[in-house]
Protein backbone atom coordinates (compact mmCIF):
# COMPACT_ATOMS: atom_id res chain seq x y z
CA UNK A 1 0.00 0.00 0.00
CA UNK A 2 1.43 3.49 -1.18
CA UNK A 3 2.47 5.22 2.29
CA UNK A 4 0.43 8.68 3.15
CA UNK A 5 1.17 11.34 4.92
CA UNK A 6 -1.22 13.79 7.15
CA UNK A 7 0.70 17.25 7.88
CA UNK A 8 -1.34 19.18 11.06
CA UNK A 9 0.04 22.39 13.15
CA UNK A 10 0.60 21.42 16.29
CA UNK A 11 0.82 25.50 18.14
CA UNK A 12 -0.92 28.30 17.11
CA UNK A 13 -0.19 27.90 12.97
CA UNK A 14 2.97 29.63 11.19
CA UNK A 15 5.11 26.28 12.55
CA UNK A 16 6.76 26.15 8.98
CA UNK A 17 4.17 23.54 7.51
CA UNK A 18 4.42 25.17 4.24
CA UNK A 19 8.29 24.16 4.02
CA UNK A 20 7.42 20.69 5.43
CA UNK A 21 4.63 19.83 2.80
CA UNK A 22 6.80 20.98 0.61
CA UNK A 23 9.78 18.80 1.42
CA UNK A 24 7.59 15.84 1.84
CA UNK A 25 5.28 15.97 -1.45
CA UNK A 26 8.72 15.25 -3.53
CA UNK A 27 7.62 11.50 -2.22
CA UNK A 28 3.77 11.59 -2.89
CA UNK A 29 1.47 11.49 -5.99
CA UNK A 30 -1.29 13.83 -4.80
CA UNK A 31 -1.36 17.13 -2.13
CA UNK A 32 -4.74 17.63 -0.66
CA UNK A 33 -5.70 20.77 1.39
CA UNK A 34 -8.81 19.99 3.66
CA UNK A 35 -9.37 23.27 5.72
CA UNK A 36 -9.16 26.72 5.95
CA UNK A 37 -9.53 29.53 3.87
CA UNK A 38 -6.77 32.29 2.46
CA UNK A 39 -6.24 33.17 6.59
CA UNK A 40 -3.46 30.93 6.07
CA UNK A 41 0.05 31.49 4.73
CA UNK A 42 2.64 28.94 3.47
CA UNK A 43 5.96 29.70 2.55
CA UNK A 44 8.43 28.10 0.45
CA UNK A 45 11.99 29.20 -0.56
CA UNK A 46 13.52 27.15 -3.21
CA UNK A 47 16.61 28.22 -4.03
CA UNK A 48 16.60 32.12 -4.10
CA UNK A 49 12.92 31.84 -5.09
CA UNK A 50 10.30 32.46 -2.45
CA UNK A 51 6.75 31.60 -2.95
CA UNK A 52 3.89 32.27 -0.69
CA UNK A 53 0.62 30.59 -1.22
CA UNK A 54 -2.80 31.06 0.95
CA UNK A 55 -5.00 28.47 -1.02
CA UNK A 56 -3.29 26.42 -3.47
CA UNK A 57 -1.46 23.78 -1.81
CA UNK A 58 1.64 24.10 -1.53
CA UNK A 59 3.01 20.74 -3.56
CA UNK A 60 2.12 22.51 -6.56
CA UNK A 61 5.46 23.58 -6.50
CA UNK A 62 6.47 20.02 -7.30
CA UNK A 63 6.55 19.68 -11.61
CA UNK A 64 3.85 16.64 -12.58
CA UNK A 65 2.10 16.32 -8.98
CA UNK A 66 -1.81 16.56 -8.30
CA UNK A 67 -2.84 18.71 -6.01
CA UNK A 68 -6.65 18.94 -4.88
CA UNK A 69 -8.33 21.76 -2.56
CA UNK A 70 -11.11 19.92 -0.81
CA UNK A 71 -14.60 21.10 0.50
CA UNK A 72 -13.34 21.57 4.21
CA UNK A 73 -11.75 24.81 2.72
CA UNK A 74 -13.84 27.88 2.24
CA UNK A 75 -12.62 29.26 -0.95
CA UNK A 76 -11.93 32.81 -2.24
CA UNK A 77 -12.64 32.66 -5.78
CA UNK A 78 -11.31 36.14 -6.52
CA UNK A 79 -7.96 35.57 -4.34
CA UNK A 80 -7.44 31.76 -5.33
CA UNK A 81 -7.61 33.21 -9.34
CA UNK A 82 -5.13 35.65 -8.14
CA UNK A 83 -2.77 33.03 -7.26
CA UNK A 84 -3.47 31.35 -10.24
CA UNK A 85 -1.99 34.33 -12.13
CA UNK A 86 0.89 34.34 -9.57
CA UNK A 87 1.89 30.55 -10.57
CA UNK A 88 1.70 31.21 -14.39
CA UNK A 89 3.88 34.66 -13.47
CA UNK A 90 6.54 32.20 -11.49
CA UNK A 91 6.35 29.69 -14.71
CA UNK A 92 4.69 27.17 -12.92
CA UNK A 93 2.13 25.30 -14.88
CA UNK A 94 -0.78 24.07 -13.12
CA UNK A 95 -3.06 23.35 -15.91
CA UNK A 96 -4.64 19.72 -15.63
CA UNK A 97 -2.92 18.81 -12.30
CA UNK A 98 -5.08 21.39 -9.61
CA UNK A 99 -8.39 20.59 -8.94
CA UNK A 100 -10.60 21.99 -6.61
CA UNK A 101 -14.20 20.67 -4.67
CA UNK A 102 -17.65 21.50 -6.67
CA UNK A 103 -18.73 21.36 -2.50
CA UNK A 104 -16.28 24.03 -1.39
CA UNK A 105 -17.92 26.70 0.07
CA UNK A 106 -17.19 30.69 -1.31
CA UNK A 107 -15.77 33.62 0.50
CA UNK A 108 -17.37 36.28 -1.02
CA UNK A 109 -16.47 39.88 -0.95
CA UNK A 110 -19.65 40.63 1.92
CA UNK A 111 -18.01 38.08 4.45
CA UNK A 112 -15.07 40.31 4.47
CA UNK A 113 -17.29 43.11 5.14
CA UNK A 114 -19.09 41.38 8.01
CA UNK A 115 -15.84 40.38 8.94
CA UNK A 116 -14.37 43.65 8.99
CA UNK A 117 -17.54 45.19 10.47
CA UNK A 118 -17.86 42.64 13.35
CA UNK A 119 -14.34 42.47 14.58
CA UNK A 120 -15.46 46.73 15.13
CA UNK A 121 -18.23 46.21 16.58
CA UNK A 122 -16.45 43.27 19.58
CA UNK A 123 -14.38 46.61 20.59
CA UNK A 124 -11.66 45.10 23.03
CA UNK A 125 -13.09 41.77 22.79
CA UNK A 126 -11.97 41.62 19.01
CA UNK A 127 -10.59 38.11 18.31
CA UNK A 128 -8.15 39.55 16.06
CA UNK A 129 -8.89 37.78 13.07
CA UNK A 130 -7.26 38.50 9.54
CA UNK A 131 -10.55 40.05 8.00
CA UNK A 132 -10.47 37.64 5.09
CA UNK A 133 -13.96 36.81 6.10
CA UNK A 134 -13.32 33.22 6.39
CA UNK A 135 -15.76 33.15 10.01
CA UNK A 136 -18.58 34.63 8.21
CA UNK A 137 -18.18 31.81 5.07
CA UNK A 138 -18.23 29.16 7.43
CA UNK A 139 -21.03 30.69 9.42
CA UNK A 140 -22.59 30.65 6.05
CA UNK A 141 -21.67 26.92 5.41
CA UNK A 142 -22.76 26.14 9.53
CA UNK A 143 -26.10 27.88 8.38
CA UNK A 144 -27.03 26.36 4.98
CA UNK A 145 -27.05 29.33 3.06
CA UNK A 146 -23.57 28.97 1.68
CA UNK A 147 -22.73 29.51 -2.15
CA UNK A 148 -20.60 26.72 -3.36
CA UNK A 149 -18.54 26.49 -6.40
CA UNK A 150 -20.93 24.05 -7.81
CA UNK A 151 -23.30 27.47 -7.71
CA UNK A 152 -21.69 29.00 -10.31
CA UNK A 153 -22.61 26.60 -12.98
CA UNK A 154 -26.34 27.46 -12.42
CA UNK A 155 -26.54 31.25 -12.73
CA UNK A 156 -30.09 31.23 -11.73
CA UNK A 157 -29.53 29.55 -8.69
CA UNK A 158 -27.09 31.55 -8.15
CA UNK A 159 -28.73 34.68 -8.49
CA UNK A 160 -31.50 33.98 -5.89
CA UNK A 161 -28.98 32.60 -3.36
CA UNK A 162 -27.10 35.83 -3.95
CA UNK A 163 -30.78 38.25 -3.28
CA UNK A 164 -30.90 35.60 -0.67
CA UNK A 165 -27.77 37.16 0.72
CA UNK A 166 -29.04 40.19 0.67
CA UNK A 167 -32.10 39.72 2.95
CA UNK A 168 -30.37 38.00 5.82
CA UNK A 169 -27.81 40.86 5.94
CA UNK A 170 -29.76 43.92 5.34
CA UNK A 171 -27.96 45.15 8.46
CA UNK A 172 -24.79 45.10 6.59
CA UNK A 173 -25.66 45.84 3.38
CA UNK A 174 -28.28 48.71 4.16
CA UNK A 175 -26.99 52.18 3.42
CA UNK A 176 -23.36 50.72 3.03
CA UNK A 177 -21.73 52.24 -0.10
CA UNK A 178 -18.73 49.68 0.15
CA UNK A 179 -18.70 48.07 -2.84
CA UNK A 180 -18.44 44.42 -1.04
CA UNK A 181 -21.60 45.43 0.11
CA UNK A 182 -23.04 45.32 -3.80
CA UNK A 183 -24.05 41.97 -4.58
CA UNK A 184 -25.19 42.77 -8.43
CA UNK A 185 -21.31 43.14 -8.93
CA UNK A 186 -20.50 40.06 -6.79
CA UNK A 187 -23.07 38.50 -9.41
CA UNK A 188 -21.43 39.40 -12.37
CA UNK A 189 -17.45 39.12 -11.72
CA UNK A 190 -18.34 35.38 -10.48
CA UNK A 191 -19.77 34.81 -13.72
CA UNK A 192 -16.85 35.98 -15.67
CA UNK A 193 -14.88 33.06 -13.24
CA UNK A 194 -17.42 30.31 -13.40
CA UNK A 195 -15.62 28.93 -16.81
CA UNK A 196 -12.38 28.73 -15.01
CA UNK A 197 -13.60 26.72 -11.82
CA UNK A 198 -15.47 24.45 -14.36
CA UNK A 199 -13.09 23.05 -15.80
CA UNK A 200 -11.21 22.40 -11.99
CA UNK A 201 -14.30 21.98 -10.27
CA UNK A 202 -14.36 17.57 -9.32
CA UNK A 203 -15.55 15.42 -6.64
CA UNK A 204 -12.33 15.34 -4.47
CA UNK A 205 -13.52 12.65 -2.15
CA UNK A 206 -14.10 10.22 -4.95
CA UNK A 207 -10.77 11.36 -6.94
CA UNK A 208 -8.95 10.67 -3.65
CA UNK A 209 -10.99 7.15 -3.24
CA UNK A 210 -9.61 6.30 -6.95
CA UNK A 211 -6.81 7.43 -5.77
CA UNK A 212 -6.36 5.46 -3.00
CA UNK A 213 -7.14 1.91 -5.14
CA UNK A 214 -4.65 3.01 -7.86
CA UNK A 215 -1.63 3.09 -4.89
CA UNK A 216 -1.17 6.06 -5.23
CA UNK A 217 0.45 7.98 -2.60
CA UNK A 218 -1.30 11.57 -0.98
CA UNK A 219 -0.20 14.31 1.25
CA UNK A 220 -2.58 15.50 3.27
CA UNK A 221 -2.64 19.48 3.76
CA UNK A 222 -4.36 21.32 6.71
CA UNK A 223 -3.89 24.96 7.79
CA UNK A 224 -3.44 26.86 10.96
CA UNK A 225 -2.57 24.55 13.94
CA UNK A 226 -4.15 22.98 16.62
CA UNK A 227 -4.68 25.31 19.00
CA UNK A 228 -6.65 27.07 16.50
CA UNK A 229 -9.22 24.43 16.49
CA UNK A 230 -12.97 25.66 16.75
CA UNK A 231 -13.31 23.14 18.99
CA UNK A 232 -10.23 21.90 20.95
CA UNK A 233 -8.32 25.26 20.87
CA UNK A 234 -8.13 28.62 22.68
CA UNK A 235 -11.72 28.80 21.68
CA UNK A 236 -13.52 32.16 20.99
CA UNK A 237 -9.81 33.24 20.02
CA UNK A 238 -9.52 30.44 17.47
CA UNK A 239 -10.32 29.99 13.67
CA UNK A 240 -13.66 28.62 12.23
CA UNK A 241 -12.68 24.94 11.30
CA UNK A 242 -11.56 22.15 12.59
CA UNK A 243 -7.68 22.25 12.09
CA UNK A 244 -7.18 19.02 13.80
CA UNK A 245 -6.99 15.34 12.59
CA UNK A 246 -11.17 15.10 12.20
CA UNK A 247 -10.88 18.34 9.60
CA UNK A 248 -8.76 16.18 7.37
CA UNK A 249 -11.72 13.57 7.41
CA UNK A 250 -14.46 16.13 6.47
CA UNK A 251 -12.49 18.21 4.64
CA UNK A 252 -11.93 15.81 2.21
CA UNK A 253 -14.46 12.85 2.28
CA UNK A 254 -11.55 10.55 3.42
CA UNK A 255 -11.50 7.59 5.56
CA UNK A 256 -9.27 7.67 8.59
CA UNK A 257 -7.66 4.87 6.92
CA UNK A 258 -6.43 6.75 4.42
CA UNK A 259 -4.67 9.18 6.68
CA UNK A 260 -0.98 7.23 7.21
CA UNK A 261 1.23 8.56 8.88
CA UNK A 262 0.38 11.92 11.02
CA UNK A 263 3.03 14.55 10.77
CA UNK A 264 2.99 17.26 13.45
CA UNK A 265 4.86 20.43 12.34
CA UNK A 266 6.25 22.29 15.52
CA UNK A 267 8.40 25.21 15.90
CA UNK A 268 11.09 25.12 17.87
CA UNK A 269 9.63 27.79 20.01
CA UNK A 270 5.96 29.24 20.01
CA UNK A 271 4.26 32.24 18.58
CA UNK A 272 1.03 33.30 17.83
CA UNK A 273 -0.70 36.27 16.00
CA UNK A 274 -3.80 38.06 17.27
CA UNK A 275 -5.54 37.90 20.54
CA UNK A 276 -6.07 35.24 23.24
CA UNK A 277 -3.86 33.06 26.26
CA UNK A 278 -0.32 32.73 25.17
CA UNK A 279 1.41 31.04 28.66
CA UNK A 280 4.70 31.38 27.61
CA UNK A 281 4.94 34.82 26.04
CA UNK A 282 7.68 36.93 26.36
CA UNK A 283 6.92 40.81 27.08
CA UNK A 284 10.69 41.12 27.20
CA UNK A 285 14.02 41.09 25.20
CA UNK A 286 13.97 37.56 24.79
CA UNK A 287 10.66 38.27 22.72
CA UNK A 288 12.21 40.76 20.93
CA UNK A 289 15.08 39.13 20.04
CA UNK A 290 12.77 35.53 18.68
CA UNK A 291 10.83 38.00 16.64
CA UNK A 292 13.85 39.79 15.45
CA UNK A 293 15.87 36.84 14.63
CA UNK A 294 13.03 34.66 12.92
CA UNK A 295 11.29 37.17 10.80
CA UNK A 296 8.14 36.81 12.58
CA UNK A 297 5.65 38.39 11.28
CA UNK A 298 2.48 36.69 9.60
CA UNK A 299 2.84 35.85 5.96
CA UNK A 300 -1.00 36.51 5.50
CA UNK A 301 -1.25 40.02 6.86
CA UNK A 302 1.98 41.03 7.82
CA UNK A 303 1.23 41.69 11.45
CA UNK A 304 4.54 40.95 14.47
CA UNK A 305 3.44 37.43 15.97
CA UNK A 306 3.64 37.51 19.51
CA UNK A 307 6.61 34.68 20.70
CA UNK A 308 7.68 32.96 23.43
CA UNK A 309 9.52 29.62 24.94
CA UNK A 310 8.42 25.89 24.03
CA UNK A 311 5.06 24.96 25.75
CA UNK A 312 5.59 21.13 26.09
CA UNK A 313 1.84 21.14 27.89
CA UNK A 314 0.37 22.50 24.96
CA UNK A 315 2.33 20.12 22.59
CA UNK A 316 1.30 17.08 24.42
CA UNK A 317 -2.33 18.09 24.05
CA UNK A 318 -1.94 18.40 20.15
CA UNK A 319 -0.09 15.29 20.16
CA UNK A 320 -2.95 13.47 21.99
CA UNK A 321 -5.48 14.68 20.31
CA UNK A 322 -4.35 14.45 16.48
CA UNK A 323 -2.60 10.72 17.07
CA UNK A 324 0.61 12.04 15.99
CA UNK A 325 3.37 9.74 15.12
CA UNK A 326 6.10 11.63 14.36
CA UNK A 327 7.07 15.76 14.66
CA UNK A 328 9.11 17.73 12.41
CA UNK A 329 10.95 20.74 14.34
CA UNK A 330 11.00 23.76 12.38
CA UNK A 331 13.29 27.02 13.07
CA UNK A 332 15.85 25.25 15.47
CA UNK A 333 18.38 27.99 13.88
CA UNK A 334 16.58 31.27 15.34
CA UNK A 335 17.26 29.41 19.03
CA UNK A 336 21.31 29.79 18.11
CA UNK A 337 22.74 32.81 19.92
CA UNK A 338 20.27 32.13 23.40
CA UNK A 339 22.90 31.36 26.37
CA UNK A 340 19.77 30.04 28.02
CA UNK A 341 16.65 28.49 26.76
CA UNK A 342 13.35 27.53 28.84
CA UNK A 343 10.85 25.20 27.87
CA UNK A 344 7.67 24.76 29.73
CA UNK A 345 6.98 21.68 31.26
CA UNK A 346 3.85 22.07 33.21
CA UNK A 347 1.17 24.99 34.60
CA UNK A 348 0.14 26.65 37.55
CA UNK A 349 -2.97 27.04 38.56
CA UNK A 350 -4.21 28.46 41.68
CA UNK A 351 -1.50 27.32 43.80
CA UNK A 352 -1.14 23.74 41.94
CA UNK A 353 0.89 22.38 39.07
CA UNK A 354 -1.10 20.72 36.23
CA UNK A 355 0.18 18.68 33.20
CA UNK A 356 -2.93 19.44 30.70
CA UNK A 357 -4.24 22.27 28.99
CA UNK A 358 -7.43 23.35 30.99
CA UNK A 359 -10.26 23.94 28.00
CA UNK A 360 -11.80 26.75 30.05
CA UNK A 361 -10.43 30.06 28.77
CA UNK A 362 -10.57 31.69 31.86
CA UNK A 363 -8.11 29.29 33.11
CA UNK A 364 -5.82 29.06 30.67
CA UNK A 365 -5.63 32.73 30.54
CA UNK A 366 -4.39 32.89 34.33
CA UNK A 367 -2.04 29.93 34.07
CA UNK A 368 1.77 30.51 34.80
CA UNK A 369 4.25 28.44 33.05
CA UNK A 370 7.02 25.90 35.05
CA UNK A 371 9.87 26.33 33.33
CA UNK A 372 13.27 23.97 32.97
CA UNK A 373 16.32 26.01 31.92
CA UNK A 374 18.36 24.09 29.27
CA UNK A 375 21.93 25.61 28.14
CA UNK A 376 22.05 26.74 24.54
CA UNK A 377 24.26 26.14 22.26
CA UNK A 378 25.90 29.27 20.80
CA UNK A 379 26.75 28.23 17.81
CA UNK A 380 25.39 27.67 13.99
CA UNK A 381 23.33 25.34 12.72
CA UNK A 382 21.83 26.86 9.87
CA UNK A 383 21.92 24.75 6.80
CA UNK A 384 23.55 21.86 8.30
CA UNK A 385 21.72 18.45 7.14
CA UNK A 386 22.81 15.45 9.46
CA UNK A 387 21.75 15.26 12.82
CA UNK A 388 25.28 14.06 14.10
CA UNK A 389 26.44 17.53 13.11
CA UNK A 390 24.32 19.47 15.25
CA UNK A 391 25.80 21.09 18.47
CA UNK A 392 25.65 19.16 21.57
CA UNK A 393 23.57 20.99 23.60
CA UNK A 394 21.26 21.47 20.18
CA UNK A 395 20.66 17.59 19.91
CA UNK A 396 20.06 17.37 24.03
CA UNK A 397 16.92 20.01 23.21
CA UNK A 398 15.51 18.58 20.40
CA UNK A 399 16.29 15.16 22.74
CA UNK A 400 14.15 16.93 25.64
CA UNK A 401 11.15 17.88 23.19
CA UNK A 402 10.80 13.92 21.69
CA UNK A 403 11.08 12.07 24.98
CA UNK A 404 8.78 14.41 26.97
CA UNK A 405 6.36 13.93 23.47
CA UNK A 406 7.10 10.67 23.38
CA UNK A 407 7.46 10.53 19.35
CA UNK A 408 9.64 10.25 16.81
CA UNK A 409 11.43 13.12 15.46
CA UNK A 410 11.43 12.99 11.22
CA UNK A 411 12.34 16.21 10.44
CA UNK A 412 14.65 19.26 11.85
CA UNK A 413 14.68 22.36 9.89
CA UNK A 414 17.51 24.62 9.94
CA UNK A 415 16.50 27.13 7.37
CA UNK A 416 14.35 28.47 5.27
CA UNK A 417 15.73 27.16 2.07
CA UNK A 418 14.69 23.66 1.37
CA UNK A 419 17.67 21.78 1.15
CA UNK A 420 18.36 23.33 5.11
CA UNK A 421 17.22 20.58 6.47
CA UNK A 422 18.04 17.29 8.34
CA UNK A 423 15.93 14.30 7.66
CA UNK A 424 16.29 11.65 10.61
Given at each position: ??????????????????????????????????????????????????????????????????????????????????????????????????????????????????????????????????????GPAYVDKVARNGIRIADLFAPERLLKRLQYQKNIKNSYF??????????????????????????????????????????????????????????????????????????????????????????????????????????????????????????????????????????????????????????????????????????????????????????????????????????????????????????ENAKKYLNFMTESLNVNLCIVSTGAKRKETILV
Amino acid sequence: MAKNRTILGCQWGDEGKGKIVDLLAADADIIARFQGGANAGHTIVVGDKKYVLHLIPAGIIHPGKICYVGNGVVLDPFGFKEELDLLTEWGIDYQGRLFVSAAANLVLPYHKLIDAVDEKNRGTSSLGTTKRGIGPAYVDKVARNGIRIADLFAPERLLKRLQYQKNIKNSYFSGSDDPRADIDRTYEELLKLAPLYKSMAVDVSLELYKAGQQNKSILFEGAQGTLLDVDLGTYPFATSSNTTIGGALTGLGISPKALGEIVGVVKAYTTRVGTGPFPTELIDDNGEKLRAIGDEYGATTGRPRRCGWLDLVALKHAIRINGVDSIAITKLDVLDNFEEIDICIAYELDGEKISEVPLDLAQLSIVRPVYQTLSGWNSETTGITKFDKLPENAKKYLNFMTESLNVNLCIVSTGAKRKETILV
